[in-house]
DNA sequence: TCAATCAGTATGTCCGGACAATGTGACTTC
DNA sequence: GAAGTCACATTGTCCGGACATACTGATTGA
């Protein structure tokens, strides 16, 4: 007699291909992230357990534990020895990502405009310099950006990065994000160290994003790393809390 | 003729207890972080290969890699294919945790003080309701606190909690922070859904923060999750940007 | 002299198995 | 009827090996 169970045990029809040069653990991820996306996998079900799962898809008990385990990295699914593998009930988005503006508006449908202010030169401060990890008085890229949605500016970009990463034609930056074009020329980004405040608006800082004196403003400063350990970018971000406000979903280091 | 090594591949020492309940995989991390903290393992250095890592230390491949992932994980060390793996450059030092406010004051040696300012039932308003997800006009818990640093006040919070997942007692709310005191009860914390955010201070949370009313002020809104997908808190809560500001470090997903 | 090739080295992926630890539920016992 | 006990299911840890893939540097060739 089948057991009327509370959290049912779905069964999907999954398949990896073996000639893809794609990792089957990968495959077999991203095909539970899929179905766990379009509610075939809902919330609280359980997964079956990994041997049988393994032997379904022809596949040994540690790919089947990769691909789950990565799911559970981002939050999606959760493991309970005794128990077995279920579905997180909540609404998961995604974590925090190292995104640019740019990619954030661009996700959520806005097509971001940016006017480049300034493009040039400048002898590091002592305070970019130190950002930077560059010497003091050197030569450094600085950039300038105002972004607009819907017409409006919405945030004030300032950013710094050491000569000889990559050339910033003012025709890209309008045309796509920071971020992006740092990639595209082979830079790994690793990681970055942010501080998100918030002061009264200066009078030129008001002007700038046409708000009043004293107004209070979002304030962002970041400095991020490539993989060798390099800083490649330090950025004072200033943004109007009416038009935007940083929004994201943390998980919990166990 | 030995090479000159830029980055020299160090020996450590390194040992495994066998006997001890503690996974081999993270005695091994914990010594490796150990090293990196400690400055043993120099940034940049490579780690030496994993085959002849796992036969000095008596054990298998994957639980050496499983180690290294794990540190990986972390933003310590970086991989590279047919190189080695070597401790990253940058100083990293934590990645984005669920910390609470108290949390994050105490480990800067600040000792907060809390003052509960409400600890009461009341019924879930729209927002409350959506938030936790429970009917409207259901009972929920409502907890109002000012937190002081040095004697002057820092933030002020305002918490919603669904019924029956703990009992609050203001002399514990005051002594501790509210994650230890879920945690404590056994909830398992998995993730939770932020925004931050600034505006100006109502004449009202002026007084409360000792602050002038139009005031700059850093909010930040929060729900929290458990391992099960329950809410299991809602807060509101306003920072004197003077006095606090948003800081952490964050890692790209590759 | 410079570019293409190739061997060496390291991590990436995958397998099949073994035993341990833990949570669940049914069973037994008082 | 209630409490303790035990078997079962499932994930957690660990092993030893195999081959694929990518990066590096030296050798070879034009």
Redesign the interface.
């Known amino acids: 007699m089948p057991k009327p169970d509370v959290d049912p045990t779905v069964q999907l029809e999954l398949s990896v291909d073996r000639s893809s040069p794609v990792p089957l653990y990968f495959q077999l991820a991203q095909q539970l992230e899929a179905a766990i996306e379009h509610g075939t996998l809902t ?2 079900s359980l997964l079956g357990n990994e041997i049988e799962l393994a032997s379904r898809l022809g596949l040994s008990r ?1 790919t089947v534990r990769q691909a789950i385990q990565s799911l559970v ?1 981002k ?1 999606l699914l ?1 493991r309970r020895r005794g128990v077995g593998t279920q579905v ?3 609404q ?2 995604r ?4 995104s640019s503006l740019y990619d954030d508006l661009e996700s959520a449908g806005q097509r971001p405009a940016t006017k480049v202010l300034v493009n040039t030169m400048v002898s590091a401060s002592a305070e970019v310099a130190a950002a930077l990890g560059v010497p003091e008085d050197s030569e450094v890229h600085r950039i300038e950006r105002l972004r607009l949605a819907h017409g409006e500016p919405m945030a004030y970009l300032c950013n710094f990065l050491p000569p000889g990463l990559l050339d910033l034609e003012t025709a890209q930056l309008e045309a796509t994000g920071l971020y992006r074009l740092m990639r595209a020329a082979g830079i ?13 608006a200066t009078p030129a800082e008001a002007e700038r994003l046409t708000e009043e004196p ?5 304030t962002m400063q970041r400095v991020t ?1 490539d ?5 490649v970018e330090y950025g004072t971000h200033t943004y109007r ?1 009416s038009r935007y ?9 166990s």
């Open positions: 919330p609280g540690p990295d939050g959760v997180v009930h909540s998961v988005k974590p925090l990502e190292l790994t980004l690793h990681s970055a160290r942010q501080t998100i405040g918030a002061r009264a004293g107004a209070p403003l979002l790393y993989d060798t350990g390099r800083a809390p406000s940083f929004e994201f979903q943390l998980l919990v280091r």
